[in-house]
């Protein structure tokens, strides 16, 4: 069974300010791990995947995560909050044990607002 | 580019209708699925297809049905449609492969049952 909660539902920053967003998981087996962002009224885009390589991500936009097992995390962070960053963030984790399939949970997200 | 279609954006149905929403995927993938979005519950996964003609039930699948009988079209259908089915509905596609392949995303129909 896999499970993930992302800890704030929404989180408020400044311009140019770092951002944090955070994520515990819960797996049966070796997880892989994903950040999506959602705009207004779009679809999910990935940000960024950790699939057993290296713990720290880098992805798109400047974000990066780090995926810490002994602590079950896999938070996102970026150095600088543009104004376009303001979206919705969500945590995802998949533990099929074998490839194909690819059944996803998703965390409940969590809503960036970027003030000037 | 990637791309997942969902042709219907915006609509309002009736109670007691069926309902229709269509998904086209242009990259082969084998798996296909379909999420619905509410405000703090993130997505849920009503359904899924891994190969043509085949699917499995998600964690909500009651009131759904699927098709797919082409490998790039997956359509879900809501039989007698309710209102606590309004909703944001999301359709997806992946590769089989190794764990972790990508999901891509279409950008969502908004469904409203009056």
């Known amino acids: 069974a896999q499970s993930v909660t992302q800890l704030d539902s929404h989180v408020s920053v400044s311009e140019g300010t770092p951002v944090l967003l955070r994520c515990n998981y819960s797996?049966?087996?070796?997880?892989?791990l994903f950040w999506y962002v959602q705009h207004p009224n779009k679809g999910l885009q990935l940000l960024l995947k950790?699939?057993?390589?290296?713990?720290l991500v880098k992805g798109i936009n400047g974000f990066e995560a780090e995926f810490k097992k002994s602590e079950t995390s896999f938070h996102l962070t970026k150095p600088s909050a543009h104004m376009s960053d303001a979206a919705e963030y969500f945590c995802?984790?998949?533990?099929?044990?074998?490839?194909?399939?690819?059944?996803?949970?998703f965390g409940t997200g969590t809503q960036l607002k970027v003030e000037l | 580019d990637v791309k997942v279609t969902q042709s219907s954006r915006y609509l309002v149905k009736r109670t007691g209708e069926k309902v229709f929403l269509e998904c086209v995927q242009d990259?082969?993938?084998?798996?296909m699925f379909w999420y619905r979005q509410d405000p703090g519950l993130g997505l849920r996964l009503i359904y899924f297809?891994?190969?043509?003609?085949?699917?499995e039930k998600g964690d909500i699948p009651e009131g759904y049905s699927v098709s797919r009988e082409k490998k790039e079209r997956f359509s879900l259908i809501l039989e007698s449609a309710s209102t606590n089915q309004t909703s944001m509905y999301l359709c997806?596609?992946?590769?089989?492969?190794?764990?972790?392949?990508?999901?891509?995303f279409g950008e969502g129909s908004w469904l409203t049952v009056v």
């Open positions: 997806a596609s992946s590769s089989w492969g190794l764990a972790g392949n990508t999901i891509y």
């Open positions: 797996s049966s087996y070796s997880p892989s």
């Open positions: 950790y699939t057993s390589a290296a713990t």
């Open positions: 995802v984790v998949s533990d099929q044990p074998t490839g194909g399939g690819n059944k996803l949970t």
């Open positions: 990259m082969d993938h084998e798996n």
């Open positions: 297809s891994y190969d043509v003609k085949m699917k």
